[in-house]
T-cell receptor, first 110, second 114 residues
Framework: QKEVEQDPGPLSVPEGAIVSLNCTYSNSAFQYFMWYRQYSRKGPELLMYTYSSGNKEDGRFTAQVDKSSKYISLFIRDSQPSDSATYLCAMSGNDYKLSFGAGTTVTVRA | DSGVTQTPKHLITATGQRVTLRCSPRSGDLSVYWYQQSLDQGLQFLIHYYNGEERAKGNILERFSAQQFPDLHSELNLSSLELGDSALYFC?????????????FGDGTRLSIL
């Protein structure tokens, strides 16, 4: 079993819809949780960075962390075609080594 | 633009050869991390350097080595290349070596082994 599980999709939604992405993990030592966006032929771009449980909002993006369930989510409101990309969850303990999910490919249809 | 620069963008070579990938971290960042991204394994941590010193190794093969120079740029050396080494290699950087600082990634080097 992988340390971080993420449904690879693909996920296709109409423009303006809410995109819901999630990851589960097994390592209780994880404390730092990130979401990266990766466009084709580009590097992962940091979207959200959270510590421990709770919610964090940044513009159209909301990240949720539930450590008791070992479950994290990313919501994208009012999705745009420019949001079409692969979204990767990542997490680490105190050892700075990032463990990534497989990535979910999202397509927002105009 | 993350501020992390990787060269070359694309490298094509043959089995058995040796290549060097280069990374310049964001201005002010002291930590450099190397990752490998392949279709079957996803993004895998290879190695971490902080201010010139190796801090940790992940799933890095013995044929691979890295170093960080006094000007903080880093190089990843891959030798005796095999077809399975074809992948995207990413460099990331952060200010400190600790998890409370997020890592920022470059656009990678695509390595193709023929």
């Amino acid at each position: 079993q992988k340390e971080v599980e993420q449904d690879p999709g693909p996920l296709s939604v109409p423009e303006g819809a809410i995109v819901s992405l999630n990851c589960t993990y097994s390592n209780s030592a994880f404390q730092y949780f990130m979401w990266y966006r990766q466009y084709s032929r580009k590097g992962p771009e940091l979207l959200m960075y959270t510590y421990s449980s709770g919610n964090k909002e940044d513009g159209r993006f909301t990240a949720q962390v539930d450590k008791s369930s070992k479950y994290i989510s990313l919501f994208i409101r009012d999705s745009q075609p420019s949001d079409s990309a692969t979204y990767l969850c990542a997490m680490s303990g105190n050892d700075y080594k990032l463990s990534f999910g497989a990535g979910t490919t999202v397509t927002v249809r105009a | 633009d993350s501020g992390v620069t990787q060269t070359p963008k694309h490298l094509i070579t043959a089995t058995g050869q040796r290549v060097t990938l280069r990374c310049s971290p964001r201005s002010g960042d002291l930590s450099v991390y190397w990752y490998q991204q392949s279709l079957d394994q996803g993004l895998q941590f290879l190695i971490h350097y902080y201010n010139g010193e190796e801090r940790a190794k992940g799933n890095i093969l013995e044929r691979f080595s890295a170093q960080q120079f006094p000007d903080l740029h880093s190089e990843l050396n891959l030798s005796s290349l095999e077809l399975g080494d074809s992948a995207l290699y990413f460099c990331a950087s952060s200010f400190t070596p600790y998890s409370n600082q997020p890592q920022h990634f470059g656009d990678g080097t695509r390595l193709s082994i023929l």
